[in-house]
């Protein structure tokens, strides 16, 4: 029998309650009492309204580019989570954050870091958050250098724990309650890759989103979601989507072009071809195998922006890319488990599912 138990999940982005939506409700008809810990960030509080679970949320501050105020912000973070945790004691902590990892040491609680990331690539979580982390889990493909001791490798994305056939069935009665069915939409995406991790790291500027709202709007209908500021000449692309009803929109969509990461990821296992434009090309394993192993997308670098254009008029071009991208997703839910089943059985199932997992990898495979 599977002991009951007291479960925090923090969430710091809209991606962070994607990738565990599907395990709270399982968890919690399982007998688990679920809490959740959000920080203010896009779209995060919206989505997590009326869940029927206690909620502690913590707003964000006044960003400001410096070493002290990121400090500040993990240790206020850190001493919140402090005190919820003295009240709800919970059993074990899930996220994606250093400060479950911190507050776990301190406490003697259990903490599983949901990481899809390369080490280098967000080498703050890295180095203090896989460190101390009880263990971190993360795609098969992803390396996590010196932290590699910590890795539980699983066989899938963190978007099939959401967007998985077995959960996610797409509604076009939402789709075209904002656009006409018998139109190609093309989706595009501007972050504003301001994250500690996002240093350095550029995306679709202004001029380049001009560029390439010329050259699709004569093919069909254009959404722009977008962190940013929009110039006049784009902004009435801007779409107002709930954010519960974004991934029916993306679904029927025939093109996604952005630099977020995670909208790639989520268009690419959705069946629908994706371009990504930023640095992080070649730097993130899970979209480099999104792309090359299974070709779903196509990555370039802010060096190559003629070759990103050209890329986005060919696809265009195609006419059978929606079949010819469906045939490829196939291909790819075949070769992958379903996540979130995987992840209730482990959170459910720890500390064992730790030791399975170590001892037998390929157990996993159950979950396919």
């Known amino acids: 029998m599977i002991e009951q138990k007291n479960i925090l999940f923090y969430m710091g982005h809209p991606a962070h309650y994607h990738n565990v939506s599907k395990v709270m409700p399982a968890l919690s008809s399982n007998g688990h009492n679920v809490i959740i810990y959000a920080r203010g960030k896009d779209v995060l509080f919206d989505l997590i309204e009326d869940l029927p679970y206690k909620k502690y949320l913590l707003g964000i501050r006044k960003k400001e580019n410096s ?6 912000t993990v240790l206020r973070r850190e001493l919140q989570l ?27 609680i259990p903490s599983i870091i949901l990481n899809e ?4 690539a967000v080498p703050l979580l890295a180095k203090y958050g896989f460190k101390y982390s009880s263990c971190t889990l993360s795609p098969e493909c992803c390396d996590l250098g010196s932290f590699s001791d910590k890795k539980i490798g699983f066989n899938s994305y963190h978007e099939l724990a959401y967007l998985h056939p077995d959960h996610f069935t797409p509604e076009i009665e939402i789709f075209i309650k904002y656009y006409d069915r018998n139109k190609p939409l093309f ?17 679709i500027t202004n001029e380049l989103a001009v560029k ?8 069909g209908q254009i959404a722009i979601t977008s962190e940013r500021e929009l110039i006049d ?13 974004i991934h029916h929109v993306m679904a029927f969509s025939d093109l996604y072009v952005g630099d977020s990461q995670t909208m790639a990821a989520e268009a690419g296992v959705l069946g629908v071809p994706f371009v990504r434009f930023n640095d992080f090309v070649g730097r993130l394993s899970y979209l480099d195998e999104l792309e ?5 997308g196509y990555g370039f670098k802010t060096s190559q922006a003629d070759e990103m254009i050209n890329k986005v008029s060919a696809l265009i071009s195609e006419p059978a890319l929606k079949n010819t991208f469906a045939q490829k997703r196939e291909k790819l839910l075949a070769g992958k488990i379903n996540y979130a089943s995987f992840l209730i059985w482990f959170i459910e199932n720890w500390p064992e599912s730790k030791r399975i997992m170590q001892e037998e990898p390929g157990y996993q495979e159950r979950f396919g």
């Open 67 to 72: 070493k002290w105020s990121l400090i500040y």
């Open 82 to 108: 402090f005190r919820i945790c003295l009240k709800e004691k919970p059993d074990i902590l899930v996220g994606t954050d250093i400060v479950i990892t911190h507050i776990g040491k301190l406490l003697g």
């Open 117 to 120: 990331d390369d080490a280098n």
């Open 187 to 203: 989706l595009l995406r501007f972050a504003k890759l301001t994250a500690h991790h996002d240093d350095g790291i550029g995306g």
């Open 212 to 219: 390439l709202v010329k050259i699709l709007e004569p093919h």
């Open 233 to 245: 000449e784009i902004d009435r692309f801007r779409v107002s989507i709930h954010p519960s009803e």
């Open 292 to 296: 090359n192993t299974y070709q779903m």
